[in-house]
């Protein structure tokens, strides 16, 4: 059996290591990355080309959920809509950037996992409202917010969004991982009820929610000036 | 069908079609050439990519890589309402500004759920095989109408708003397309199960605390160099999963999917090949930093999957 398998693909996955270690443009690392593995799979250049232009043409659904939305949502930039966001939050009292975004993963990860997965998103819900929200709160409590200050806030606006959705849409049992792993296991020949799989991803979900929760009750802190005020 | 995802490529072809001439009439842009031609390669991709012969197609990405990567692509000085003029109307407008951003959620999810299974006559009303995607797409065509309404704006105002977005995005936006392609092109020349031979054949997988140590980890560590949790798991499940976590220690099969999977998504946190949930955002915040979302992410998923794995060791 081992003599049937090429290692020489590995090759792909060793450019690309490198590649993004040495931070060289990530596109031309891609594109070196695709030749590399296509011709240590011996497949000649013309039919590597082929191959690349077929999976490019079949793959083009995977930009649209980030581009379809920007006319709208830069419409509304234009009239304001995150200045909006962030004087809305200032007159809310009780908010802090990190009790913010809480309540943003609980409500992310709860409907993600009622299958609502569109309800977030980076380009119709994080950029236009979650960040500047975030952020409005933050700058409020923190008048001398610094630069760095206030990215780290937008990377947790983005990365509360990414966490709510992962380990919240896993455990809805008509989601595309679940039918994936049931397809699988019957492949090996072992049969699964999917609600089980749902049900058995619950542990997880609820411990994701409670490590993310504790970093973002954190970040209150790490945004107060340097020096003074109290958590 | 009556609304068919085709319709959607050839709406964001032409919206790139548009940016390509905006950017080749674009003054304030030092390379308006080679990024209108890099616009004008992307926009044939989606009005006539399924009709082109692949190897052009192929040629046509390596084609916008290299203008990418050599620094063609670059964004004129976008045109923005003053900050004053942006307050006081955000303060005319106030909470109505929230309704159309609620727009694309709202008829998405109507979509995929309330239009699932309509038919008029013998057509649904929706493509069945891209439900999602086709009900985003009307919810970007209904918010575009109802934001145009408020703020009294034309279409084309919308358009060149997109404009602005996508050039400050710049080539980011292609990398989890590309990133995309890669994958497709792993799993023909056979990266994963040379992955899996790997794995399985260096590391002693005799006690129960290291195999489920091995399958989680492997999860993650195979999610990283792939970017997508879903190529991950067959390898890892069929490698490690099957034939030691269930038939060697009698594990559930549906304990070993689940958290293997989780253990995948710990994995998708941490590399910037999945462009488009890690790098993507950092285009959309403006932030500085390419890893930055990244590095907010890490210190949640490392932790995860150490309680992935005990939970794993005590549940199976």
Not at chain 2, 279 to 284: D, F, G, N, Q
Request: glycine share 10%.
């Amino acid at each position: 059996m081992q003599s049937t398998i090429n290692m020489w693909p590995l090759l792909g996955v060793a450019v690309i290591v490198l590649g993004f270690l040495l931070r060289l443009h990530p596109v031309l690392v891609v594109v070196a990355a695709c030749f590399t593995t296509g011709f240590a799979a011996f497949i000649p250049v013309e039919a590597l080309l082929a191959s690349l232009g077929i999976a490019f043409v079949k793959t083009r659904n995977l930009p649209m959920i980030y581009l379809l939305p920007l006319a709208a949502i830069g419409l509304l930039e234009r009239f304001g809509l995150r200045e909006h966001a962030q004087t809305a939050v200032a007159r809310m009292r009780s908010a802090t950037a990190g009790r913010l975004l809480i309540v943003y993963l609980a409500v992310r990860e709860l409907s993600a996992a009622m299958g609502l997965t569109s309800l977030g998103g980076h380009p119709n819900m994080v950029r236009p409202v979650v960040a500047p929200m975030a952020e409005g709160a933050a700058q409020h409590r923190n008048p001398e917010l610094s630069d760095d200050q206030r990215q780290r806030v937008r990377a947790m606006a983005a990365a509360t969004d990414n966490i709510g959705l992962f380990f919240g849409e896993d455990i809805f049992v008509a989601f595309g991982a679940i039918v994936l792993m049931q397809t699988v296991l019957r492949a090996e020949g072992i049969e699964v009820d999917p609600l089980q799989m749902a049900l058995w991803g619950i542990p997880t979900a609820v411990s994701a929610f409670i490590i993310h929760a504790w970093r973002l009750h954190r970040l209150d802190r790490y945004l107060v000036p340097a020096g003074g005020g109290s958590a | 069908m009556i609304i068919r995802v085709e319709y959607f490529y050839y709406l964001l072809g032409i919206l790139l079609a548009l940016v390509a001439l905006m950017s080749f009439g674009d003054r304030t842009n030092p390379r308006r050439w080679t990024t209108g031609l890099f616009w004008a390669l992307y926009a044939m991709v989606y009005l006539v990519g399924e009709r082109l012969p692949p190897a052009m197609v192929g040629l046509a990405m390596i084609g916008m890589a290299l203008l990418a990567g050599f620094g063609g692509v670059k964004s004129g000085k976008p045109d923005v309402l003053p900050d004053d003029a942006r307050r006081a109307s955000a303060a005319r407008l106030g909470h109505r500004l929230f309704v159309p951003a609620l727009v694309i959620p709202a008829v998405t999810m109507a979509g995929s759920t309330l239009l699932k299974d309509v038919r008029i006559g013998e057509l649904f009303v929706l493509d069945q095989k891209h439900l999602t995607l086709v009900s985003l797409g009307c919810a970007a065509v209904v918010a575009v109408g109802v934001a145009c309404w408020m703020t009294r704006s034309t279409p084309l105002q919308a358009g060149r708003e997109s404009r602005r977005l996508i050039d400050a995005m710049s080539w980011m936006i292609v990398l989890p397309h590309m990133l995309a392609v890669l994958g497709l092109l792993f799993s023909e020349a056979g990266v994963g199960k040379a992955v899996a031979q790997v794995t399985t054949t260096y590391i002693g997988l005799d006690s129960k605390l290291v195999a489920v140590a091995v399958y989680c980890v492997g999860m993650a560590l195979f999610t990283i160099v792939m970017g997508n949790g879903f190529a991950a798991f067959p390898v890892m499940a069929g490698g490690v999963g099957v034939p030691v976590l269930v038939a060697k220690f009698g594990g559930n099969p549906a304990v070993m999917a689940a958290i293997g999977m989780f253990s995948a998504y710990c994995g998708t946190l941490m590399t910037p090949m999945a462009a488009n949930f890690n790098i993507i955002p950092t285009a959309l915040l403006d932030l500085t930093d390419r890893n930055a979302v990244i590095k907010a992410q890490v210190p949640t998923a490392l932790p995860l999957l150490g309680a992935n794995i005990i939970l794993l060791y005590f549940l199976l």
